[in-house]
Each structure stands twice: as structure tokens, then as C-alpha cells.
């Protein structure tokens, strides 16, 4: 666990100092931006080593859940990693991180119907299978399903919110859709361990309510934020496409009023 904290501080320290290399060469870099990555930090650091030995266990687990597979996700993507690292690396590097963001198979791993069902369908096997239950006896695999619901979570609100370079930026439409269903699946998820835990583990009915109501209610929150952040991608796009709109009639008139002189 340690080294794991080690990691994230070095991460979020390192993406400070790519962005304090861009402030001092005169570059812009809001510090929002700073502020949400460094974010996603301490909310996976915390999810990973809070006191959820106190709280009832399933509820423990699915708030350490949420910290590692949503919220901790989405801060890091609104964070910009990927602009940041093409903006601060030299150009050799630069090139080949490029290269590797807009490749087909990162396009495809960032489409976002098949990053709403990895996602999705991670979840599903993790409490609809006796996965949860062999982890508790094997630490190697506990590991794998958070570093799963890590990724997945980052593939996922990368490929929502469309913030950095890709090969192929998939419309409004398709994007909110694949929220819309990674929300219903989620929900439903939630709802059925309300009346049915795991395979293979026993929890106590009030700890399986409690936790399938951290798990619906901290869903809900996160993908609010995520399609909020959506809208009003959509509104300053079609606030663009509306001045564009009113500039052309009036290069025209313009431009027939210098071939009549």
C-alpha cells in the first residue's frame, strides 16, 4: 500500500511540475486543472487507506469502490493528463505519445460504447460472480480488481468527456448514450445487491441496504458531474457553431461589396 502511495504522490508531483514548466515559459495552463488531478490523487490515496475498518465491511468496500473506480477517475481526466505531457515533453517523446494516443487501438479501447461496457461489465463480475469472494483469500487478485476498476473508470470518463487529443472524437450523442446506459447499469447493479449480496460472502442485511445505497447515491453524483461537464462541452460547441454562423453572412456581404467597387 505504501508503495502505491508513493506512486500517486510522484504522479501528481510530476504533473505539477510539467505544468509549473509551462507557466514559466509563458504558456497558459488554468490551475483547475492542477487542482481537479491533484484531487483524483488524494481521493484515491484516501479510498485505499482510510479506516474502513470501522464501517460495516461491504459498505467499507464499496466506498473504497467508488474513491478508486469514479470519482478518482473523473478528477484525473478533467485534470488533462495527456494535453499536459504533449505540451511539456520534448519533441521526440512528444511524437511517440501522439502516435500512441491516435492509434486505432487506443481508439478503440476510448470508443465510448465499449468503454461504458468495460466498465459496466467489470462491476457485474466483480459482485455478480464469486470474484469478490476469491479475492478476499488471494491479495494478488484484490489488487487486480482495483487496478481494473481504476483503469476501466479512467477509460471510461476519458472517452465521455473527450478532453484530450484522440484519433476520432465521437459525437455528443453517442457520448451521452454511453452514459445514459453505463448509469442504468450501474443503478441496476446497485439495486440488485440491495436484495442479494455477492456469491460466496455473507453481509448482514443492514450492511448490503447501506452499501448498495453508497454504491446508487455515489453513482448517481459522479455521473451528474460527468454529464454536466458533457452539457456544457455541448453548449460552448454550439455556441462556436452559432458565431461562426452570424460571421459568414457578414464576410460575404463584405466580399461582394469590395467586387461592386
Known amino acids: 500500500m505504501t508503495v502505491v502511495v508513493l506512486v500517486v504522490v510522484v504522479g501528481c508531483l510530476g504533473y505539477v511540475a510539467a505544468a509549473g514548466q509551462l507557466l514559466r515559459r509563458g504558456d497558459r495552463w488554468p490551475h483547475r486543472r492542477d487542482a481537479a488531478f491533484c484531487a483524483g490523487g488524494a481521493a484515491l490515496i484516501t479510498a485505499l487507506v482510510a479506516p474502513w475498518e470501522g464501517w460495516p465491511p461491504f459498505t467499507g468496500h464499496m466506498a473504497t469502490h467508488l ?7 473523473l478528477l484525473f481526466v478533467l485534470g488533462r493528463p495527456v494535453t499536459l505531457a504533449l505540451r511539456a515533453l520534448p519533441v521526440g517523446p512528444r511524437r511517440r505519445l501522439l502516435s500512441c494516443v491516435r492509434s486505432r487501438p487506443a481508439a478503440l479501447l476510448v470508443w465510448p460504447p465499449l468503454a461504458a461496457l468495460m466498465h459496466v461489465a467489470g462491476l457485474w463480475a466483480v459482485y455478480r460472480t464469486p470474484l469478490l469472494a476469491a479475492a478476499h483469500h488471494r491479495p494478488w487478485l484484490h489488487t487486480l480488481i482495483a487496478v481494473h476498476l481504476l483503469a476501466s473508470g479512467v477509460l471510461f470518463a476519458f ?5 484530450d487529443p484522440l484519433r ?4 455528443f450523442a453517442l457520448r ?6 453505463a448509469a442504468a447499469g450501474h443503478g441496476i447493479l446497485a439495486k440488485s445487491l ?4 455477492p456469491p460466496g460472502i455473507s ?7 447501506l452499501a448498495s445505497y453508497v454504491m446508487y447515491y455515489g453513482g448517481d453524483v459522479v455521473g451528474i458531474a460527468l454529464a454536466l461537464v458533457l452539457g456544457h462541452q455541448w453548449y460552448a460547441a454550439e455556441g462556436r457553431a452559432l458565431a461562426r454562423a452570424r460571421r459568414a453572412p457578414d464576410a460575404e456581404t463584405s466580399t461582394l461589396r469590395g467586387t461592386a467597387a
Open 67 to 73: 474513491g478508486i473506480g469514479m470519482l478518482a477517475p
Open 159 to 163: 472517452a465521455v468527456l473527450a478532453l
Open 168 to 171: 476520432h472524437r465521437a459525437g
Open 176 to 181: 451521452g448514450g454511453a452514459l445514459l446506459a
Open 194 to 197: 440491495y436484495a442479494t449480496g
Open 203 to 209: 453481509y448482514t442485511t443492514a450492511d448490503l441496504h
